[in-house]
């Protein structure tokens, strides 16, 4: 079952040609001309009834693949010339041919992909596959390729089946199902524009460096966060073990800390310095302190790094989500493993929420001016 | 508005009476000035209480501030210091009274035991009916401290042995050399090295008096007299509170001791040499108005004697470095050295009357903005002055007072092992009202770089985490 559709879908795709103007050349051409003996090219599908009795069983018996066995009827002997394609008078043949084709193509694929057992995916596998990286070609560039002035929605059309057929390609991929695979990139790469693969790359690229955050030769990274005015820039390097463990004076009392009665070397702690002023003078709220760790408090990273931050602007609290939208980023450059955590607690999301301009005819952005009844 | 002292009352009426037996004689007209009569302190009227218990005033005495629970309660009610239930009250099941009592196992504090390998340990100190603490009192906010934990206690730390090897040398030599100001950021731990001092002297058998708020000395709330034959302010009700402190923590010792000298005291003739100090601490109590003389009296004769070493102890150090809220009659602020009792402790200070064996410790503290680090104290500890430029003044007795002393700085931060131990007898004494886990303990230890006062108070307690 599932080679037969492999097999026709395969068929199907060696059908759809890469180079789509070429034969609407000739099947233009081929209407235009006179001559009525010259038949339509072989790899034409569509053939109106009136001009069914010109053809030849053989030619029609040739195609090898009939779409539509019911209108196979005895050819007349008329002469009219046979338009390429069924959306020939739309005057964009080529697009609503291609979008056909693409609609065929996901059926098909849809149904190889089905007899695999690969399709419907459960939610947590759909997450999990590779992400799209599309290159498809602009607008402008479709409209070239396909050969009509395209508008925002028919591009948009043209589009979500390309990625749906992606979507099919990458589940292929992972199900090592490499034929398949194969045919769906012989039909979409048509669609591909050298801009839209070098964009593409650049979106890689980019997302690589994003993803590694950058920490310099010391190790330490550097970022930014914003809140309502303030801006703080933020360094962090990673809290230096002591080599000797015997260095420091050990307590040597059982506490509830400790794991056992030997005596353990105290645990590492965080140093936060803030203007050069350590935590405790620069923010005297202890939810401004609270605030600023937080990301490493939820990350587990207390005191695996040491935080040193500028910043300016704004008051205290604003300064507070400062540092801490840039201690956050900062926890995911140096350990990305932590970012679903702190995504999930919103501490990676800059907060939008600025103060809003005053409004003419109301005291303030919502109060109003005391209502007079006359 | 302070009262007006006895005897410019004395001396009003006396005049009035003078100049109408003159007019008399010489016949003019008697001045009909106006005498006013001040209402009186009414002795032993009792006042019904809310507590169902009436307060009998005694004649004469102001009260001990910690003394009977009585007085503290209702003293209590004026002060608003925090006061928590007595856990005995707590029934309900959800407050888990049975598992809290035997909870915090803590060695004491004894002078043995106190070396190195005790540092970042916690020991409670003992409490006793003649408990320094309970009689001197505490500052207020180690009072509420010490409330809300089961029992007082300390970490020991670095700083607390070097002190202790400061009192051990000073107990063989006098206070002229051995002046110490504890000093360091808000928050670090120097009234508990203060406390830590003070027991460790009072168990070795010194003779301690302690002052634990010396604001209360100059921000005007005790009265205040002018006496013409010192010429300074002196402060009767305080010097009394002074001596009856004194006597009651050190009352044994002082039996040992008698006067060198014959003391002389207004109005009452002169206490023979020979002597118990006891004696002549009760002569001071009997009257208040004597208190000031036989206070000043008896740290004399404690300085010459060799038997006991003694330990003069100041919290808000500074304070008594300030210039007063007093005020004279022309409105102008009291300077601290004419009003007798911060002159008295300016001196010991100073080195100008010392102990021939014993120390004067201080300890600095900014928690009252109104009486902040003077430049002069400042610039003798070599610590950063609050106020400085080339116009700021300089008081230059205030300068000679606060020559030679020496300090002793506090680290500004715990060390981990100090933190732990700390958090460990707040957690056990189940007075965080969060889990007690090392995830809370690095938190809040690093929102609050080490300081002690800012990971109890603003770190465990004002958390809002579960």
Known sequence: MATVGLKAFELFASRLSCRPPRLHVLALRSLTTTAATTPPPPNSRFVPPASLETM????????????????????????RPVPPSPAFYTARSLYYDTLVQLQSALSLSRRALRAQHLLPLPPFALRALPPAQPAWANKAEMSLILQAPLTARMYKRVVMLLRELDQYERIARVADATELEDAITDITKGFESKKGIQARDTRIRAREVKERGPLDRYGRSYTVGRRKTSAARVWMIEVQKPKDSTSEPVANTTSILSSSNATTPPPPTSTVLINSVPISNYFPLPADREGVLRPLKLAGLLGAFNVFALVRGGGTSGQSGAIALAVAKGCVAHVPEVEPILKKAKLLRRDPRMVERKKTGLAKARKRYTWVKR | MLPLSSCCRHATRSLLAISDSNAICTGLPALRTQVRNYAKARPGVAKPSSHGFSKVQKKGKGGELEGTDQVAATKRKRYTAFLP???AQLTHPLFETDQRNGQLQLQNFHPEILTDAVTSQALAFPQNDKDPFRIFGLPRNLLVEYRILSKPCSVIRDVTIDVINKLDAASLEGSANHRLVVAGSPGCGKSVLLLQALQYSYMRDWIVLYFPRAINLVNSTTSYTYDPRTLTYTQPVFAYQTLERLLTVNGPRLEHL???????????????????????????TKEQALAPTVLAAVLSELGEQTTFPVLLAIDDFQAIYCKTKYRDPHYSRIQPYHLSMPRLLLEYASGLRRFARG??????????????????????LGLPPTSSGPYAKRVPELQDYAKGLSRVSVPDALTVSEATELFDVWARDRAIPAVPNDELFLAKYSESGGNARDFIWKGLLSTLTL
């Open chain 1, 56 to 79: 030849d069983e053989a030619q029609l018996e040739g195609d090898g693949f009939d779409v539509d066995r019911r209108s196979r009827r005895p050819r007349p002997e008329s002469r």
């Open chain 2, 359 to 380: 120390a004067v410790v201080g300890a600095l503290s900014s928690t009252d903005t109104t009486f902040k680090l003077p430049l002069e104290l400042a610039e003798a």
């Open chain 2, 258 to 284: 008698r006067t060198q000298a014959s003391v002389e005291v207004e109005r009452r003739g002169t206490v023979p040499a020979g002597t118990t100090l006891v004696d002549l601490v009760k002569v001071g």
């Open chain 2, 85 to 87: 239930m007595p856990v």
